[in-house]
């Protein structure tokens, strides 16, 4: 793994998900003593730790996190000894003459020649030997009766130039001692590895949990919503029971008590509407938490009681300046600088040499088929005998060792290292250059934050007063219906204004906590500090 993985390891890194070290499981939450088939209730803390622990999604990218790691480790694996083992085996089934058509065959068939005269020449020079000089015909005669004698096949020697079994095994051992990529690459990038990735985690981790109680926000305005729905039924059959007493006593036409019964009828579809509507954005609470989809939840809480107005008196300065120092994503970029500014040295160090050293023990054999070995006895040159040696002989096997240093130092490569330092000075000044955007940007996003916080507030606050006078409008407006002085029309009219400012508030509200959760991320709060505010 050279240094360019190891960086794309940093970048897979990006890509994690933090998962919380609390080892709340998502049985954890279940009601004790409760069966299976009963349903899951949770709180907004609970569905933080939960969605942290059981979401598919932040399982695979918890396994993203695990390879990126190992990715790493890889590369630290370049400066640790690198040993090799190597074996063959080859079978010459039929090896040609090297000398054939050439000059040179006659040189060795020449040696049975020298061996004539050898001879002779003792026979001349040893008046002991009691022997005279004998001719090249005589001599290879005498010399084949002798083999003969012994019972000897000069025949079936293989041949001179190859060995039918050939083996050989290697053991090569090498130690890089000097590589500048891996000096400024490997273990510079690795003091920066772990606060960049904990910057990305930490990031992430704060978005989900601003997913999960939006996810949950939602939730509980779609069964507010029904609780409005079935006060708006409840309020029309006391209109309708009330409007046919008062056709069964003669006081009001018929046809105020069908328009009563259509009214009842279409405010009892949009409850039905309003409950399958709430049902499908829990299901979507289910998913984003990893609950299984036969498990059903319920959720302890309202959205009221997370109203908080801790935001309203904070300033625009104070605000920017806890983001610009709590922001993980800020920090992340800031140690992107410095790991371009380590792939800038890399580059730079293609410049130096690279020195490695080495061992190599190697094992030979060479293993003819015909292992016999023929001697003369009592160096009479025409009597022989014959033995044959083992397979695993020391004549037949050899080893060998050999060590060193190898040093490579790249002189001229048409200027690419120089055009790539020059690409790493350019994503340095990126990498800068993205830093201040995004400080700017957090900037404008803390500020837009901060303005919806205090507008959806407005809103809340002006949605509640409009609740307490439409309340009152209704309960008028009933009265004057038992006391024969409104009509049914204008009691639908009140009831109806009544929900529809209900429904305004309930929206209020539920944008009042997104845009406070909203401002909570973009400030970069922990998700410890999170938390505690929901116990």
Do not use: C
Not at 44 to 61: F, G, H, P
Not at 235 to 252: C, D, F, L, N, P
Not at 260 to 272: G, H, Q
Not at 403 to 420: E, M
Request: proline share 3%; hydrophobic share 40%; charged share 25%.
């Amino acid at each position: 793994m050279n240094p360019s993985e190891l960086f794309r390891a940093t970048a897979i890194a990006l890509l994690v998900i933090f998962v919380s070290a609390n080892p709340l499981r998502a049985q954890d939450a279940v009601i004790p003593g409760a069966s299976d088939d009963t349903s899951v209730v949770i709180t907004l803390d609970e569905a933080i730790q939960i969605s942290l622990i059981e979401n598919l999604a932040l399982k695979n990218v918890k396994l993203d996190l695990e390879n990126a790691q190992a990715l790493v480790r890889e590369g630290w694996a370049e400066l640790f000894p690198q040993v090799d083992l190597n074996s063959s085996y080859t079978r010459n089934v039929k090896s040609p003459n090297p000398f054939a058509g050439s000059e040179a065959g006659s040189f060795f068939e020449s040696f049975g020649f020298i061996d004539w005269l050898a001879f002779n020449e003792q026979a001349r020079t040893d008046s002991d030997a009691g022997t005279d000089p004998i001719s090249v015909e005589e001599f290879f005669f005498r010399q084949a009766r002798g083999y003969q004698n012994a019972g000897i096949n000069r025949d079936l020697g293989d041949n001179p130039f190859s060995v039918p079994n050939v083996y050989s095994a290697g053991l090569s051992i090498s130690q890089k001692l000097f590589d500048g990529r891996l000096i400024f690459g490997a273990v510079g990038a690795s003091k920066w590895l772990q606060p960049f990735n904990e910057s990305a985690i930490t990031r992430e981790e704060q978005v989900l949990v601003q997913n999960v109680k939006s996810a949950w926000y939602a939730s509980l305005l779609a069964e507010e919503q029904v609780r409005v729905s079935e006060q708006s039924v409840v309020r029309a059959r006391r209109t309708h029971e009330e409007v046919s007493r008062q056709v069964e006593q003669g006081t009001a036409p018929k046809f105020q008590r069908l328009s009563a019964e259509v009214e009842l009828s279409n405010l009892e579809t949009a409850l039905v509407q309003a409950r399958v509507n709430a049902d499908a954005v829990v299901d979507n609470l289910r998913l984003l938490l990893g609950i299984p989809t036969e498990k059903s939840i319920q959720l302890r809480g309202n959205l009221e009681s997370d109203l908080n107005d801790r935001f309203l008196t904070i300033s625009k300065e104070d605000a920017a300046f806890t983001a610009l120092n709590r922001r993980p994503d800020l920090e992340q970029a800031q140690i992107g600088i410095k790991l371009e500014e380590i792939q800038l040295q890399v580059a730079k160090s293609e410049y130096l040499p690279n020195l490695d050293a080495f061992a190599n023990f190697n094992w030979l054999g060479n293993v003819p088929d015909n292992r016999q070995v023929i001697s003369s006895v009592d160096g009479d040159p025409f009597s022989f005998t014959s033995s044959n040696r083992t397979y695993f002989d020391d004549s037949y096997w050899d080893r060998g060792v050999s060590v060193g240093f190898r040093l490579s130092w790249n002189i001229f490569n048409g200027l690419a290292s120089h055009r790539r330092i020059q690409q790493r000075r350019i994503a340095v000044q990126k990498a800068e250059n993205d830093v201040e955007f995004l400080n700017r940007s957090i900037r404008l996003e803390v500020e837009q934050a901060l303005r919806n916080v205090r507008a959806a507030h407005t809103r809340m606050t002006g949605q509640q007063k409009n609740v307490d006078t439409a309340e009152l409008n209704f309960e008028y407006a009933e009265a004057r219906l038992k006391e024969g002085i409104a009509t049914p029309l204008e009691v639908r009219e009140a009831s109806s204004q009544l929900d529809q400012t209900r429904l305004n508030y309930l929206q209020a509200v539920h944008d009042f906590l997104i845009a406070q959760t909203a401002y909570e991320t973009s400030t970069g709060v922990s998700v410890e500090a999170l938390n505690s505010t929901n116990r």
